[in-house]
């Protein structure tokens, strides 16, 4: 079973992998199906989900309350995460696309979720992207009417730098409870610009997206050498796929991020979740990291 982890000191607690649903418009699933295949990573411990408004074109949060009707008991096996604060062109009123984080907006978004999922409340609601209009106060004051009146439960942030994070912080009377970022061997700048550090530094755990480079790094020629690293480490290691060995990488920070799976694939997501068991020794997991960016340590 995959573990459980209280990823900020005042919660909440989450499955060690996330389940992301971005791309669920693609999988063409039926709503029974889609009930399935919930049950399915359910019954691994994967118990967390990772949602947007704004994914598949508005329409990825409406699909999954359909499949959460025909099974309202899934409800309260799962911790739901959404976020907002893009605005895209699926929408006829956006002109352009744009990041929109006034708190009428934050307060509509989120009772937006809480009907498509057909839930009273949210586990987790973030600003899905850093917003150069973005009023701190504004924020703070959506946030803490939504906590006070029961509609969610957590806050946090999505691609927030360090500076950008502490801002929305000191204006909270509790603690923001992850900054949801990209992290893959493909994607190294948050390793060392700060933001996995402010994670330790406040205790609190990142969720990972994008781990597998949105699947570039198995399709793309020249991630070859990376692919060849990967693999003979899976060999090492016992791993059974290189993909395990790049969300074992992920684990292997010590600001312990939650890694986000993408694949609609029930055993993409067996083989993800035993990820968890392996152990990269240090000079394997710098290995990896010289075969993605093509050069040594300084």
């Known amino acids: 079973m995959t573990e459980r982890v209280c990823i900020a000191p005042q919660g909440p607690e989450f499955s060690r992998l996330v389940m992301g649903y971005w791309r669920l418009m693609e999988w063409q699933m039926s709503a029974q199906q889609l009930t399935s ?7 691994l411990g994967i118990t967390t989900v990772d949602h947007a408004d704004i994914y598949g074109d508005y329409q990825c949060e409406a699909a999954f309350g359909a499949a959460l009707r025909l099974q309202p008991s899934l ?17 006829p009123e956006n002109a352009l696309g744009h990041y929109i984080t006034d708190g009428d907006h934050i307060i509509r978004s989120a009772e937006t979720s809480l009907r498509h999922f057909s839930t ?10 850093p917003d150069p209009l973005m009023d701190a106060d ?9 906590h006070q009146s029961g509609k969610v ?4 942030v999505s691609n927030f730098t360090p500076a950008q ?4 912080q000191s204006r909270l009377p509790f603690t923001l409870a992850t900054n949801q970022v990209e992290i893959s061997p493909l994607c190294q700048d ?15 755990k990142p969720m990972a997206w994008s781990c597998l480079g949105g699947g570039r790094l198995f399709s793309e020629d020249k991630f070859a050498p990376l692919r060849a690293e990967l693999q003979a480490v899976a060999e090492e290691t016992g791993a059974e796929s290189p993909d395990q060995v790049v969300y074992a990488w992920i684990m292997r920070l010590p600001s312990a991020p939650l890694p986000v799976i993408g694949s609609g694939k ?3 997501v067996r083989a993800a979740q035993k990820a968890s068991s392996l152990q990269l020794s240090r000079q394997q997991w710098f290995r990896i990291r010289k075969a993605a960016l093509g050069y040594d340590v300084p």
């Open 138 to 146: 504004e924020v703070a004051e959506a946030f803490s009417a939504l």
């Open 165 to 168: 994070f502490a801002l929305l």
């Open 120 to 129: 009273d409340y949210l586990d987790l609601l973030l600003i899905h992207r």
């Open 75 to 91: 409800r309260h096996q799962l911790e739901l995460v959404t976020k907002c604060g893009i605005a895209t062109t699926a929408r």
């Open 37 to 43: 295949f919930i049950e399915q990573h359910l019954a």
């Open 266 to 268: 029930i055993e993409r």
């Open 153 to 156: 439960r957590h806050f946090g």
């Open 190 to 204: 948050t390793l060392l610009d700060g933001t996995l550090d402010q994670c330790q530094q406040l205790r609190i």
